[in-house]
Structures are given as structure tokens and as C-alpha cells.
């Protein structure tokens, strides 16, 4: 681990424990702030050099880190608001949901502004959907848009929210096939009529697995690692028993290993090992949303792994992916064929004349990107996962 990583991994524990921490003599506020935005977790390292009463400065890249956390805190309580609101209205209306991620985890910090959420994420049932699109109009929300595994509504300065179809998209086979919906696995919140909740060690497989899929597929940020580390100081009574068996079953027992054991290393002084460094390079350098080179090489590993072990099949498969997308995609893009699915061909050459009219540099772009993939570098990717105790298993 650098020393900067190390300060910035003390300066988030400082944040959300209070506990004052000393700084490297080459410590770079600029260099800090970088990594920071990069992750969105400006508003820790301003908390941390607070609580350290570190006197750093009042230099630009210092004011930026101070304002950028004021920011967070005005965009934590328009969020918490927003959902408050928005809660009372879907249990006047009776419609069930079941409140995860962000939101929860929200809860857990010391301030729920130490812990940003770019998107709210709420589960419902699809088939109360058509009583849930006016309370949304109600409330002032705009229509967003619509994915495999969730709807997307927008209220502007307020709210960005994902009403989840399911906990794991459909299409993740290897994970989803444990979660399902969700619904499953629900529980009645305590003093709700409408409210559900996820049981704590269910919650906590459910964000570790979240977390493993990002990983795997492009990268995923320090908050989500800290998400880890939070949840289990917080409930420290789980049943590890249940946890460890349901990772087994889902293939992630290895990987929460090393996981856990980069815990150590970054919060409880446990000392470096060449595991942990890898994580956290990997970490550091995926930013909050992950590499889109990283998610390129993600996509060709998992289609080698569906084919014949190809390269070539692998890249063959994508472009037959971009030409002929699948019918619930294509449902998404033109809602008709939901009706009508024998007009699945149709629409596919509607879709494809659009694109050559509308849209000949994003094609072109598209091939240039399939056609550069290297089975050197996806091998590589592949030995990196493997390394972690990740991996893409064919269907």
C-alpha cells in the first residue's frame, strides 16, 4: 500500500470513528482531492482532517475539498427527504417495498451524509407498478427510463431512484439464480404496514455480492469496501455460519477472504500482504463507477466463457449481441413488442437502418472497440480474478 493510500484509508476511519490519525510527511492535499473526486468521498477526507484537527492550508485544492462536502450534506438531506416523502406516500397508497443499499447502509454511518448515494434503489413488485407511475407524477418525478432490472424516475435537485424489478439483474445468471427477486427473502419492517426489509445477514450477502459483481465486471470504489467494513462493526452478532455456507454456494467464499482480510489491513493495523496490495491498487484505481476498459475486457471474458473459450467466438458473440439485441432489451427500446413479440425481426431492422442513418460513428465506434480486444490482455484479466477467487462460469 503507498503512503497516500494509507493516509486516505486513515483519514476515512478518523471520519467515521473519531479517532485522530497522523499523516505522512508527503502527504498532497491535491493528490488527495483527486483521488477523492474520483470516488466521491470528499466529504470523509474533510471529516477526517477535522477530527485529526490536522491544520492544513486555506489553499484552493483545500477550499474545494471543504466545499465539496458542504455540497454532500445538502445533497444527503434533499435525498433523505425525498425518500421520507416518498415512503408516506406508497404506504397511504399500499404499495410494498423493500429498502436496500444506499439507503440503508445511509443509516449506519455516523451522519448519513458520510456515506454519498448517487441513486436511491427501492424493490417493488412489478405488478403494483401501474399504482406506483402517478404517485410518481404526483410527487413530481420525471420518467427516467427503463433497464432489466430496474425503472428510473427523476425528481430534479432532489432524487435519482431506481424502483428495482429485482435485487440482481436477470441477466447476471450466476448470481441472480440465489436472490431472484428478492421478494423471497422479505421481511415485514416492524411498525410498517407496507415496508420490507432484508434480514441482516441477507442484506449483507446481498452488498457483499454486489460488490463482487462490480469488481469483476470493471472495477468498484473505496465506499463500497467501507460499506463492508460498517456494516460488520455494526451488526457484529451475525451468523457467520450462514454467511460463509451461502457464499460457498455462490462461489464467493474465496473472494470474501480476501476481502475481509484487506479490512484488516486497511482499518485494524493488520500488516500488508501481497493480496491485500493488489485489492487495493485495484480499488484505488477503479474510481466510484469502475474502468470502462476494465468493463470491455469484463464483457470478452464472459463470453469467452459462454462459447467454445474463443477470443474469436467471443467477439463474434458480441457483435451478433449489438446487431440482434435479446428480446427483453429490445422490449425496453420498443415497449410494442411486448404485445406483439413475432415483430421481433421487424424491429430489429428498424433499429438497424436507425443506426446506419443516425448513428454511423457510435457503429463504427462499437467495431473498433470489439476488434482491439487482445486474448493476451483478457487472459490477463482473467488470471486477476482468479487470483481474487473471482471468475466467469459458462452457463
Known sequence: MTALQRDIINLIKSALIGEKVELSESFSVEDALKIAKKHRISILLYYGLANSQIKLPKEENYSTLELLSFKEVAVSNNQMYALSHLYSKFEENGIDYLLFKGSV??????????????????????????????????????????????????????????????????????????????????????????????????????????????????????????????????????????????????????????VIDTMSVWFDGKEDTSMSDFITSIVFESGAFGLQSKYILSDALKRKAETNNSILSAKQSKIRWLLFLPYDIMCLKYPVLKKVPILLPLFWVIRGINAIIFKKNKIKNSLEEVNGIKDTEVEEYRQALDYVGLEYKSK
Not at 157 to 168: A, D, F, N, R, T
Not at 194 to 217: Q, V
Request: hydrophobic share 35%; glycine share 8%; aromatic share 14%.
Open 105 to 258: 447502509l445511509k443509516e449506519l454511518y455516523p451522519k448519513p451524509e458520510l456515506r454519498p448515494m448517487g441513486d436511491a434503489d427501492i424493490l417493488i413488485k412489478v405488478q403494483q407498478y401501474e399504482k406506483i407511475k402517478p404517485i410518481m407524477e404526483e410527487l413530481g418525478y420525471d420518467f427516467g427510463g427503463e433497464g432489466l432490472c430496474e425503472i428510473i424516475w427523476k425528481k430534479k435537485g432532489q432524487l435519482y431512484l431506481e424502483l428495482h424489478k429485482s435485487l440482481v439483474p436477470s441477466n447476471v445468471e450466476d448470481y441472480y439464480i440465489h436472490f431472484g427477486t428478492g421478494w423471497d427473502m422479505a421481511i415485514k419492517s416492524s411498525g410498517y404496514n407496507c415496508r420490507y426489509e432484508l434480514s441482516p445477514e441477507d442484506h449483507f450477502l446481498f452488498i457483499f455480492t454486489h460488490l463482487a459483481r462490480h469488481y469483476r465486471s470493471g472495477g468498484i470504489g473505496i465506499k463500497h469496501f467501507v460499506d463492508i467494513w460498517m456494516y460488520n462493526r455494526i451488526y457484529n452478532n451475525l451468523d457467520s455460519d450462514y454467511i460463509i455456507r451461502r457464499l460457498d454456494e455462490i462461489g464467493l467464499k474465496e473472494f470474501y477472504h480476501n
